[in-house]
């Protein structure tokens, strides 16, 4: 696991990275960079760097590249700015659950829906507030089922242990719309 100080020391040693400097060996770190990081204790086999050249459509660099790695924070921090630009500072993340049927009373004879639009922490506390919730409006008993639509993804079958053999990992567990406690 890189530490956040190693992260910041590589994004900026990747960031001062030029093309020239990867055009020459482009499946060997740069000197300056391969001694930045004996200097900062991290092992090459521990780093995985891709640099592709918008302009040439080519890779620069490529080094471990197709090395399994847990991203570093500088990741995060692409994802969180993409993620602003998609969906605006503003919005907020939802589960709906509707009534399939007659409310009567304080029950319900027929279905209660759940839709999620993947809350990314609908815990366990999170959830027992919903229901708390739509006992507060009146909802006391369900006569039907709970049926719970996960459709807001349109995603292939994920396999858990795909990426590292270690399917019971919680940054194995793959996108749903519905996952309570990230699936673990």
């Known amino acids: 696991m890189v530490t956040s100080l190693s992260a910041r020391i590589m994004f900026l040693l990747l960031a001062a990275l030029s093309a020239s400097a990867c055009a020459t060996a482009p499946n060997r770190l740069p000197e300056n960079v391969a001694v930045a990081l004996v200097q900062a204790d991290i092992p090459e086999n521990e780093v995985g760097v891709y640099v592709h050249d918008l302009t040439g459509d080519r890779a620069v660099l490529s ?5 399994p790695l847990n991203p570093g924070s500088a990741m995060k921090l692409l ?3 993409a993620a602003l630009e998609l969906l605006g500072p503003a ?3 939802k589960t709906e659950a509707w009534l399939d ?3 009567s009373g304080d029950r319900l004879d027929g279905d209660l829906v759940w839709k999620g639009y993947d809350v990314p922490k609908l815990s366990v506390e999170n959830l ?4 708390r919730d739509l006992r507060s409006r009146g909802l006391r008993e369900i006569g039907g089922d709970l049926p719970l639509d996960r ?3 349109a995603i292939d079958e994920h396999d858990p242990a795909l990426f590292d053999n270690e399917p019971s990992r919680p940054y194995n567990v793959g996108a749903d719309a519905l996952l ?3 699936a673990t």
């Open 63 to 67: 080094f471990g590249a197709d090395r």
């Open 79 to 81: 994802t969180t700015f």
């Open 91 to 93: 919005h907020t993340w």
């Open 101 to 103: 049927g007659a409310l």
């Open 128 to 131: 027992w507030l919903f229901l």
């Open 151 to 153: 459709s807001f993804f």
């Open 180 to 182: 309570i406690n990230y």
